[in-house]
């Protein structure tokens, strides 16, 4: 390798660890024996984890937001599939401006994704509540799902939904037995990262949760007590671990489509 | 069912009810959850708050207020300057990881690329939160320095001011700078550089004159990424920023909480889309220059 590549090498290894160290923070502070967050560490713990667990309003949180993060992947990913297909298949300007207002929100600020919501859901008699998070992560997930499955639908090659309609299969049918099989590594993916989204989604949600917190607004409500620091440290820890490993996930799936699909693309 | 029915006739390419039924989740979600909740927006702006939902009248007077009253310029202002520091920040230290991802990293760049993405899929507020622990009086930062004796007394000079929002920022939004850049890097035809110096040019002419200009659109894409959210964040400032690093983001909760006057709130966050129509109609201007270049 040249010089100026092994330099950059060095700078890349330096980001990494710039990009990780506040991070890794976080599990090391989990495991220390003292309510403060700082050097010198006072001794292994497990005591903020033994916490966790029998923790009513956690685990009322957590369950929350495992039920929000799924149902809003759900639509999301539905959403995704659909206005995708639409926008590359159905050769219709209202599918292209849908599928151009669908990516839109990446242009929105949070807050006022947060705050057109809340008038809206006040609107229409809903308030905040459940499902008006719901709406609120399929909006902020959309983008994600519809870049993801776009790309997804555009590398499948024209010839494979033609052949099926030529064949005689409804356009239903190829949708459905053609086209969905073939990008199913995108739809898993898509989903587990707006599963993710949602999850750990705090600016919308403020806006819109009830009087049912989900994990981050829980989070954040106890980052104002230094007492319970090292217990969000934990839970922090929990929700990495986890995050890493569906995160690691989605990228292995996704990577094996890609594999599976490559040489027939070309 | 319809799929019997049209399976019967091969030339009928979309049924109606199958292009309804496909059209309706994003029409729902596009027309109602976005279009018409950012109308909803638009319209509260020009009410006069009367404490019910939709207020009252109509009026001018928010945006008379915006444009009169300086501390609306001085948080607009900082939050434009905060953001674009963040993204000059994030979109100049990410630059040189796409160019490795893109030209260097051979078989690791898968591994690479998942390394650089992951942070953040971890909580963005315990992210933020780190950064406090770090830069706290009793913080990281503090106790290493004094550890190691460039410093006798732990400073204050770290946490609420900011400077720390920009670095928080810059950390939490790096991911997002990197992938776009690395994409246009990576879809620029090698033949390309390889001419550059069958013609004589040197590795750092051909990068400024063939490579940079042509990842511009991907630079341009990174940069509105990370400025689009930044300019808009509340939770930063709150967590780590202090009361001299307010942006409108707080404002503009503050009008959807403890103020109680969305329709001047409304006001505030149309304020801010045109702010950011202002810079997305820049970028896409200059995304235009280089694209003729290329």
Request: aromatic content about 10%; proline content about 6%.
């Amino acid at each position: 390798m040249d010089e100026g590549g092994r330099w950059l090498g060095i700078y890349v290894i330096a980001y990494l660890i710039f990009l990780y160290l506040p991070v890794l923070l976080i599990p090391l502070f989990s495991i220390n024996d003292s309510i403060q967050a700082a050097f010198p560490l006072q001794g292994f713990t497990l005591q903020w984890y033994a916490t966790l667990l029998g923790n009513s309003a956690l685990s009322s949180a957590l369950l929350n937001s495992l039920v929000i993060g799924a149902i809003a992947a759900t639509g999301a990913t539905l959403c995704g599939i659909t206005v995708s297909y639409m926008d590359l298949y159905g050769r219709s300007p209202l599918s292209a401006t849908i599928s151009a207002i669908a990516r839109l929100p990446i242009l929105i600020p949070g807050v006022i994704v947060g705050i057109s919501l809340l008038i809206l859901v006040n609107l229409i008699g809903l308030g905040p509540s459940r499902i008006a998070i719901v709406l609120g992560h399929i909006l902020v997930a959309l983008p994600t799902t519809v870049v993801i499955m776009r790309s997804r639908f555009a590398a499948i090659p024209k010839t494979i939904p033609e052949a099926a309609l030529d064949l005689g299969a409804s356009d239903w049918t190829t949708f459905r037995r053609v086209m969905l099989p073939l990008s199913l590594p995108a739809i898993i993916s898509a989903f587990m990262l707006a599963f993710l989204i949602s999850f750990d989604e705090f600016i919308v949600v403020f806006f819109l949760a009830g009087t049912e917190p989900t994990l981050p607004l829980y989070i954040w409500s106890q980052l104002r007590f230094p007492k319970s620091l090292p217990t969000v440290m934990a839970l922090g820890t929990s929700i990495l671990a986890v995050s890493f490993v569906i995160a690691g996930t989605a990228e292995l799936v996704r990577h094996r489509g890609l594999g599976a699909t490559r040489p027939s693309a070309k | 069912m319809s799929t019997i029915v049209a399976a019967q006739v091969p030339e009928v390419r979309s049924s109606s009810g199958f292009r309804i039924g496909m059209l309706l989740p994003g029409a729902l979600v596009t027309f109602l959850l976005i279009l018409f909740a950012l109308a909803l927006v638009i319209f509260l702006a020009f009410r006069a708050n009367d404490g019910s939902l939709l207020g009252a009248g109509f009026t001018v007077a928010n945006f008379i207020t915006v444009v009169s009253d300086p501390l609306y310029w001085t948080v607009t202002l900082r939050s434009l300057v905060i953001a674009g520091l963040v993204t000059f920040a994030t979109v100049v230290t990410a630059y040189p990881v796409a160019y490795y991802l893109a030209f260097h990293a051979g078989r690791r760049r898968s591994l690479l690329l998942f390394l650089v993405t992951l942070p953040f899929w971890t909580s963005y507020l315990l992210r933020v939160f780190a950064w406090k622990i770090v830069l706290a009086y009793n913080g990281v930062l503090n106790s290493a320095l004094i550890e190691s004796g460039v410093w006798s007394e732990p400073t204050l000079a770290f946490l609420n001011t900011p400077a720390a929002v920009v670095v928080t920022l810059a950390h939490a939004y790096a991911p997002f700078a990197i992938l776009p850049i690395y994409v246009a890097l990576d879809t620029i035809p090698k033949s390309l550089i390889e001419a550059a110096s069958d013609l004589g040019a040197r590795p750092f002419t051909s990068f400024r004159r063939v490579v940079l200009p042509n990842s511009m659109p991907g630079v341009l894409a990174a940069a509105l990424v990370v400025f689009v959210p930044t300019v808009g964040d509340y939770v930063t400032p709150a967590l780590v920023g202090g009361p001299a690093s307010t942006m409108i983001g707080t404002l503009i909760q503050a009008q959807f909480g403890k103020a109680n006057d969305w329709p001047f709130g409304a006001a505030l966050s149309v304020a801010v889309m045109l702010v950011i129509l202002c810079v997305v109609l820049v970028a896409r201007a200059t995304d235009r220059r280089f694209g003729s270049r290329a």
